[in-house]
């Protein structure tokens, strides 16, 4: 049996992972993922410990997250596909004006 341990440290390297690649890359599509590891770290410490406690509640909640989670996406690549028509690039270093 794993104990909860090793889930809490590859949550915990999976959510580092991707600060990690929030912070230093410049890319949106990079940034978009790197937000989606985050949210997978969270909800791989939320169901480990909901099998810790033995209550279905949080793996349950799990699902809503994921379901979330891919309204988050579907909006986010729409927002990024709109910037590169307006913008040809998806690097934030060349989207510095936003027009109404």
């Known amino acids: 049996m794993v104990h909860l ?17 929030f912070l230093t890359r410049r890319n949106i599509i990079m940034m978009l993922l790197s937000i989606e590891l985050m949210l997978n770290s969270v909800n791989l410490n939320l169901a480990a410990m909901s099998h810790y406690m033995e209550d279905l509640r949080g793996q349950v909640l799990v699902f809503f ?28 270093e060349d989207i510095t004006t936003l027009k109404g």
Do not use: D, K
């Open 5 to 21: 341990s090793w889930y809490l440290t590859v949550s915990a390297l999976l959510f580092c992972i991707g600060v990690f690649g």
């Open 65 to 92: 997250i994921i379901a979330v989670a891919a309204a988050e996406a579907a909006i986010g690549l729409g927002i990024v596909v709109t910037l590169f028509r307006n913008y040809r690039s998806v690097y934030t």
